[in-house]
């Protein structure tokens, strides 16, 4: 397509809206970001990497990412569910449950992980029941996951609801004329027509958990090498006057981020290539 | 496979879809289910299909009871009005999807799964589109792969719901006549459902009429257009004018005209109404007995016919419609004084209000 595209188009204006969007994007996006660059860039390449290769930090990565990826898949597999009976069947307070699944945007999210924290800890609701079977959740990696789960959780349900609200039925139909059981139906049928909305909200969960941190510092325990999350890190930092290390990591992030919501979109754009 | 529909009902909520309908539908044949929206027909397809299950009654396929079979057991292949294809699917997969879906045993080799999707393909002409998606054909090509991938599994059945109601009036004549020789040739029994009496003419072996959930008359294409059963029929059928009369013994008397009406022997003066499909009706210049004197009103000219609006003396309306050469002949302008002959006129006994 043409990048000016003056004549189909019904609304007046493509320069004007396409220079606003821009300036609009440079002041909210790029300008903040680029700062960030420019701090980093007063670093030496040998401080740079000295900044963002010590273990600590390398073992921040690692819970940070790796946690985000495991509380993006399990919400991608529960929040699909939670669409799905959500869209699927009535029962009484329907209402109220599609109401509770937005919870997690609202809350702010200290309050989020102090009551997480709580209820988990060895003294908790469930945290005493669970203790004594010898999983530990609060002041764990384990912890910041469940912790991940809870803000993500509205993010797969909501992409996929309205894609599976606009389901054609007959198309189950048809599956099961042609032969296919349950089972059959939804793998070959269903999901690959779910699938570019479960990957939309996987990446957004994704993204969400990798910069979360009110709700995580609470039940995290914060145990350097073992419980502290990159963002925890970066604060650390600041506090103690290292601007140029705490960007340094925050680049590292940015670029980590940006480079698997790159993939997790180009498997986006493939999943749906049936829709021209 | 022979069907057997023995008293089906269904109600849904407090709408009654269909009371006490029963049908037989042999094997080989070609039947259209006809009738206006909310007549029963696709609440009665859907339940042949198991995709709707009877309050009370029962399916059966060759003799054996069938209606607490399972969709997927039924060996029926179902075609949607809206193709209901699978769109994150090649063409190819589409067709292929019924066999690759069957049971690990008698599941058929790759090599054989290609060749048999490529033999339908060739069927539907669209062989050198097996790698598009759906969402890359125009409906009628849509509608080809639907029935190309209903047919792979080799259904004992083949149910169509309004197959080209959604097509546009060139492509849906074109495909019908294919259905008609596709269907010549495969010989599958075959159901399908629609609102367009021409459609149903034209193609089916046998039309089954419905209305208000119930079968007013079944019959071949011949039978039901020439010897409506019921006014309904008539109706449904065709253009006809109403003529309002009595009828006595057998002796029809419609609005100055008298014929004999020999269905009606055991009428007693009773009040009746005769039926004229529009293209039954003369139009003539000279008064002559049985026509009726008129006024041309509007003039029409719709493809090979002309269509000319009569007005009666009392101000009622006739419709007739004419071959273009008669009426050039006649030379008909707005206005003129005619008289109308109606040919073939049909006389109910008004005890049903349409």
Not at chain 1, 33 to 53: M, Y
Not at chain 1, 187 to 199: C, D, K, S
Request: proline fraction near 5%; include cysteine.
């Amino acid at each position: 397509m043409a990048w000016s595209n003056r004549k189909n188009n019904v609304l007046p204006g493509f320069t004007p809206a396409l220079g606003y969007t821009v300036f609009y994007l440079s002041l909210i996006v790029l300008i903040p970001l680029s700062a960030l660059f420019f701090k980093t860039a007063t670093l030496s390449w040998d401080d740079f990497l000295a900044a963002v290769s010590a273990p600590r930090v390398l073992a921040s990565y690692r819970v940070t990412f790796g946690a985000s990826l495991a509380a993006a898949v399990v919400n991608a597999f529960f929040g699909v569910l939670v669409a799905w009976v959500l869209v699927r069947y009535r029962f009484p307070g329907k209402k109220l449950i599609d109401a509770l699944v937005d919870l997690p945007f609202a809350l702010p999210t200290a309050v989020a992980g102090i009551t997480l924290a709580s209820i988990y800890s060895s003294n908790g609701w469930l945290g005493r029941y669970l203790e004594p079977s010898g999983i530990k959740i609060a002041f764990t990696p384990l912890g910041i996951v469940i912790a991940m789960i809870f803000i993500g959780l509205p993010f797969v349900v909501r992409t996929v609801q309205p894609v599976l609200e606009e389901l054609d039925q007959e198309v189950e139909e048809a599956a099961s004329c042609l032969g296919a059981g349950r089972w059959q139906t939804f793998r070959r049928v269903l999901l690959p027509t779910m699938l570019p909305a479960i990957l939309t909200g996987f990446a957004l969960a994704f993204a969400r958990a990798v910069g979360e941190y009110g709700s995580i510092i609470f039940i995290a325990g914060n145990m350097p090498l073992v419980s502290e999350i990159t963002p925890l890190l970066i604060i650390t930092k600041l506090e103690q006057y290292d601007y140029a290390g705490a960007t340094a990591i925050s680049t590292v992030m940015l670029v980590v981020s940006f480079l698997m919501l790159l993939c997790i979109n180009l498997l986006q754009k493939w999943s749906r290539r049936f829709a021209e | 496979m022979s069907i057997d529909i023995e008293a089906v009902s269904k109600t849904f909520g407090s709408f009654s879809a269909l009371s006490d309908v029963s049908l037989k539908v042999p094997s080989g044949e070609l039947v259209a289910l006809l009738g206006p929206s909310g007549s029963g027909k696709t609440s009665l397809l859907r339940i042949i299909a198991g995709l709707e299950t009877p309050d009370s009654g029962r399916i059966l396929f060759d003799g054996v009871e069938a209606t607490n079979r399972q969709v997927k057991d039924r060996q029926v292949g179902f075609v949607f009005q809206h193709y209901a294809l699978f769109r994150h699917m090649t063409v190819f997969d589409n067709i292929a999807f019924g066999l690759t879906v069957k049971p690990k045993k008698e599941r058929p080799g790759k090599q054989e799964i290609k060749d048999k999707v490529h033999s339908l393909l060739k069927l539907i002409q669209l062989e050198q589109l097996a790698d598009r998606y759906p969402g890359q054909l125009s409906g009628g090509q849509r509608q080809r792969v639907a029935l190309a991938r209903a047919l792979a599994v080799e259904p004992q059945v083949l149910l169509l719901d309004e197959p080209f109601g959604a097509l546009d009036a060139k492509v849906r004549v074109e495909l019908r006549r294919w259905l008609r020789r596709l269907h010549d040739e495969i010989h599958v029994t075959s159901v399908f459902v629609t609102h367009d009496q021409e459609e149903a003419l034209e193609v089916a072996d046998r039309i089954v009429v419905m209305n208000q959930g119930q079968i007013e008359q079944q019959g071949t294409p011949s039978e039901v257009y020439d010897r409506p059963a019921t006014p309904f029929v008539y109706d449904f059928l065709g253009n006809v004018n109403l003529f309002k009369g009595r009828v006595h013994e057998g002796t029809a008397q419609m609005g100055g005209i008298k014929l004999s009406s020999p269905e009606n022997a055991s009428a007693n003066d009773a009040p009746a109404v005769g039926y004229v499909r529009s293209h039954d009706i003369a139009i003539e210049r000279d008064s002559s007995e049985g026509a009726l004197k008129a006024e041309v009103r509007y003039l029409l000219s719709v493809g090979p016919l002309v269509r000319v609006d009569l007005s009666l003396p009392d101000g009622g309306p006739i419709e007739v419609d004419l071959p273009r050469d008669e009426a050039d002949k006649l030379g008909l302008k707005v206005g003129d004084q005619v008289f109308a002959r109606p040919r073939k006129m049909r006389v109910f006994v008004d005890d049903y209000q349409i």
